[in-house]
């Protein structure tokens, strides 16, 4: 069975009194192809910022890799784009060279020199994304769809086995959207990296994703995209608004979501389980 990339067990996260999670629980596995939906507001930066470390977790469990999150520093695993990532104007000084190698620094640090095996993995995370021979152009002088390219080249410098994408194609035309699209099924497929895509897209992304992850504070649908549509979004809020949950078995037997009132995950070996019924 695949190894977990992700768990998150009975997450709430506030902002002051604001409730942005509820009682968020999930399981993400290796290669598997996330698309993370919900309207506007619905907590999907804010559960992507936890996953990423920079919000605290005060209420529920997050595990990386099978790490408790407090725990975990193998940050150069997980790649991230952000929303604001291709936002660069043609004056900008910056060659694609730097702004790949960017994604070096959290492991170098700020000013540390880059050595050949750096510049080779630039060259490499380029090549992987369509951009060779690239690497002396400046960034803003590429069109949207290339400086994404550059970002996810700039993401995927550490060799990442977690790829994260924000609502990647906002801004970008539709042929450079189905080349994206082509790139993440490609890396997805070909080297088996996880990822997490973002977007308020319902329609194109069931098409694209192994599995939907529906938000709205709470989750509320967990599961294979084949039932999954866009009516199915606005019948979930429409009747179960804040109420609702759904499980879902994908067929290759994972769980990715228990129930929040269960007391123990399903794959609690039966010791932790009697454990847990000691402390109840
Ligand atoms: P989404 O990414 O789905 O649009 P967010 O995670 O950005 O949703 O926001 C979830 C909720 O939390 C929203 O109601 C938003 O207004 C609120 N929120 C987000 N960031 C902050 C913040 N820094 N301070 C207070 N409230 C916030």
Redesign the pocket.
Known sequence: MANKVIEIRNLTYR??S?V?LADVNLAIYEQEFIGLL??????????L?VILGLLPVKDGEVLLFGTPLNRFNEWQRIGYVSQKANSFNSSFPVSVFEVVSMGLFGRKGLFARLNEQDERAVLAALKLVGLEGYEKRTIGMLSGGEQQRVFIARALVNNPDLLILDEPTVGIDIEATNLFYQLLDRLNREHGLTIIL?SHDVGVVSNKVTNILC?N?QLLYCGQPEFFNEKSMEMLQKVYGDNMELVNHDHHGHDHYFHPHQRTAPEQTSAEQSSAREEE
């Open positions: 902002y002051g604001r942005a919900g309207p506007n507001g619905s907590g999907k930066t804010t559960l910022k973002v938000l504070k």
